[in-house]
């Protein structure tokens, strides 16, 4: 905190260090302020994050347990043995990091700011299909695709946290 | 089948985000490094709902995974999206989140999209 800090020249009157107080308080009142406005950089690029490593751990996983060549039922032995696939182990881990990124946004913004937000990684996997693996994509999934991307971007214009720290419990 | 598999993913996934996001609001704000981490780890095992909400996520994995195994894509996937609206709607009556006009109709375009995109 910068009104913390000690100030070099010694020699002020206490008005005038009333004075550089308040300055300090005035500006920290408004980063506060600037803060607070719909959604920083901050959260951005942590939905971001946790879009990308849902994506790459489904597919991961995905892969692998295709190239597992066994149907795994319900014994347990079986699930010891695929998680051995280094894909399916290297997707299991992207998951566990997904979890932890996700469990992070959720203490800083809202479950009904976060759930559309994310659901953006259904666009991802609909471009990175049509880019990479030439699929072709029908009419009807470029209009949900227009559809996420715009429920999206009216979401993300609303505030990302409106309960406070303690707003559950009121 | 698909049906009970489809309701139990449905309930532990509200279930398991709800206590998830209760937790978290509770717990305060999260830092992303590594003293981030070990707080956030210490986090997870002092709070008996975000282990009950892991236990749940994990159950509606597998049983996503059951599903996709009897049903197509196409069902398994906008099936499951309508966890989305259950969710908002929890959200606002269960942790008072103030879902306004504009988040409404922001997620219902993205269940709507999502919908057209799994046909």
């Known amino acids: ?3 913390n800090r000690q100030h070099p020249v010694s020699g002020l009157t206490s008005l005038q260090t009333q004075s550089y107080r308040t300055h300090h308080l005035v500006r920290s ?5 600037s803060r607070v406005v719909p959604v920083n950089l901050k959260t951005l690029l942590l939905i971001l994050a946790v879009i990308v490593f849902n994506s790459a751990g489904n597919l991961s996983l995905a892969y692998g347990m295709r190239h597992v060549g066994e149907s795994v039922g319900l014994d347990p032995l079986g699930y010891i043995r695929v998680m051995l696939n280094p894909a399916v182990a290297g997707g299991i881990v992207l998951l566990i ?3 932890l990124m996700r469990m992070t946004l959720l203490s800083w913004a809202d479950l009904s700011f976060i759930l559309p937000l994310t659901s ?13 693996l030439h699929e072709t994509v029908a009419p009807s999934h470029w209009i949900g695709t227009c559809l996420i991307f715009a429920g999206t971007m009216l979401v993300g214009s609303t505030q990302s946290k409106t309960t406070g720290c303690s707003g559950v419990s009121r | 089948m698909k049906w009970v598999l489809l309701a139990i993913i449905v309930f532990a996934t509200v279930f398991s985000d709800l206590l998830q996001s209760y937790e978290m609001k509770l717990s305060g704000e999260q830092t992303v ?3 981030g981490l070990a707080k956030l ?5 002092s709070r008996r709902y975000l282990v ?9 994995f597998f049983a996503f995974m059951a599903l996709v195994q009897i049903a197509p894509l196409s069902f398994a996937v906008p099936a499951s999206a309508a966890t989305f609206v259950l969710e908002t709607i929890l959200a606002k ?3 008072h989140e103030q879902v306004g006009a504009r988040r409404a109709a922001g997620t219902l375009l993205v269940l709507g999209g999502v919908i057209l995109l799994a046909r």
């Open chain 1, 1 to 3: 905190m910068a009104g």
């Open chain 1, 29 to 33: 009142a408004r980063e506060t302020a």
């Open chain 1, 97 to 99: 990091f997904w979890l």
């Open chain 1, 120 to 132: 953006l990684g259904y666009v991802l996997a609909a471009v990175l299909g049509y880019v990479f």
């Open chain 2, 33 to 35: 490094d590594r003293r």
């Open chain 2, 41 to 45: 780890l210490r986090t997870i095992v």
């Open chain 2, 52 to 60: 009950l909400s892991i236990v749940c996520m994990a159950i509606s």
């Open chain 2, 93 to 95: 009556f269960v942790l």
